[in-house]
């Protein structure tokens, strides 16, 4: 039972979750009131999660509550089967998609898979770019990182050309929980938007809600996320989200800027450059000096895990702390207080991904998290892709696709 051996081994040292799921190790929020014999189907009683007239539909509309004019649904395959099935939907009739640069695989694997033409452009220059009413624009707010910048300028400049706007807001689903965080695109009238309730509320891994202001829209994206949806959708997630959602409507942030300042102060007074994002909920971690990926050595090192690290510096996803929480906020702190920052030895990285250079991605190169394309499939592998490449393996970071196009070209006689 070698996985259940190494989750209890995390368990067992006490490790501290600056990661998603937002329930962080179940201490934040009530998921505690859950059972696992609450594992039930769609049995007499209980609705029917692709068709729901019953406690289902009625679950979707408090929490479409939430913005006014949308219709929500409630997902078990995450964010990544809303981007799916919504693209695929809206391919239907709009001809052509453009993507602001920093989006996620799934958006490019519904494009694929939905054949559609799309273009990128910068998140700089859509409030210049003109628009088409075929189109739809897609938008990731907030970022990763926790950035969040003029989206109802960019809302109102693409709905002014008659064009739709999906964005892609799994890392927003606590957006507007309480006064200090910023506000979700739904504010301004996004066409779609889709939230991970597991990132950033205390909901099961996996549970996601996709909101849509068009009732014929809904409907056709119904259609797909029953195609591409598991037909067996898990009591435990559905019921998550039930919880989470009353979380949510019930929150007061007090606790959370508290501790927040606290953690800030300890981790400033280790010399740590903590720079607050747009999200208060998330914190981007430097050390001078020391590259981010030592510095996340050090956190992980103490048992304290972030939930990623780029060339930008480690990122914390906070807890959204509350009364009553049981999260181990006395240990973290003294655990900063003992860190230590030493250099690591790089991984060592051998010249064979050289002979990739200059040939065609056979399957995207993707660094995850976050999850954000290097190199798309059918483009050439670059000498500035190959430099990231080394880059991110020299500092342990995993890369979906080098094995495999690695594997293809070694193997290339052979075809
Ligand atoms: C920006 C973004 N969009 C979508 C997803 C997919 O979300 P999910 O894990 O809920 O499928 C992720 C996952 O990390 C993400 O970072």
């Known amino acids: 039972m070698e996985l259940y051996e190494r ?19 179940n201490t934040i929020g009530h998921l505690s009131n859950l059972d696992w014999s609450y594992d039930m189907t769609e049995i007499e009683g209980l609705d029917d999660l692709h068709d729901p007239v019953e406690v289902l539909s009625r679950l979707n509309v408090n929490i479409a509550e939430k913005y006014k004019g949308y219709k929500a649904q409630l997902m078990v395959n995450g964010t990544t089967n809303g981007i799916i099935s919504a693209i695929y939907a809206l391919s239907r009739t709009h001809h052509h998609f453009i993507v602001v640069r920093g989006a996620h ?41 926790g950035e969040c910048f003029n989206i109802e300028g960019m809302i109102d400049h693409i709905h002014s050309y008659g064009s739709l706007v999906l964005t892609d807001e799994a890392h927003g ?4 929980i309480a006064e200090s965080f910023p506000s979700s695109s739904m504010k301004f009238a996004s066409d ?41 959708p898990s009591y435990l997630l559905l019921l998550s989200m039930e919880q989470a959602h009353e979380f949510y409507l019930n929150y007061t ?37 020391m590259s981010p990926f030592m510095l996340h050595a050090s956190f992980t090192d103490l048992h304290i895990y972030p939930e990623m690290v780029t060339d930008e510096g480690v990122l914390f996803c906070l807890p959204l702390f509350h009364q009553g929480d049981s999260y181990p906020f006395s240990l973290l702190i003294e655990r900063i207080q003992k860190m230590e920052f030493k250099g690591r ?27 954000v394309p290097l190199v798309h499939e059918n483009e050439v592998i670059t000498g500035s892709h190959l430099k990231s490449i080394k880059h991110y393996l020299h500092n342990h970071v995993r890369i979906e696709g080098i094995k495999y196009n690695l594997q293809y070209y070694n193997n290339e006689g052979d075809q």
């Not at 989750?7 to 190790?25: F, L, R, Y």
């Not at 689903?173 to 507007?176: E, G, Q, S, T, V």
């Not at 779609?192 to 309730?197: H, K, N, R, V």
């Open 7 to 25: 989750i209890t081994e995390k368990i067992d040292a006490e490790s501290i979750s600056m990661h998603v799921p937002g329930h962080k190790n």
């Open 105 to 145: 695989k799934s958006v490019y694997h519904a494009l694929d898979l939905a054949g559609s033409t799309f273009q990128e452009i910068d998140r700089s220059v859509v409030c210049m770019t003109e628009f088409h009413p075929g189109e739809v624009v897609i938008i990731t707010y907030p970022t990763y990182n």
């Open 173 to 176: 689903a606590h957006l507007d």
């Open 192 to 232: 779609i938007a889709i939230q991970s309730y597991h990132k950033m509320l205390p909901a099961l891994t996996m549970s996601s809600v996709i909101f849509v202001r068009d009732e014929t829209l809904y409907e056709r994206i119904m259609k797909y996320i029953n195609y591409f949806e598991t037909s067996s």
């Open 253 to 289: 942030s007090g606790e959370f800027f508290g501790k927040r300042k606290i953690l800030i102060e300890a981790m400033e007074s280790k010399g740590i450059e903590v720079k607050e994002q747009d999200d208060p909920a998330k914190l981007l971690l430097n050390y001078n000096g």
């Open 345 to 371: 030895e790089l991984e060592p990285v051998d010249g064979q991904v050289d002979i990739l250079k200059g040939r065609i991605c056979v399957k995207s190169i993707v660094p995850y998290p976050p999850g």
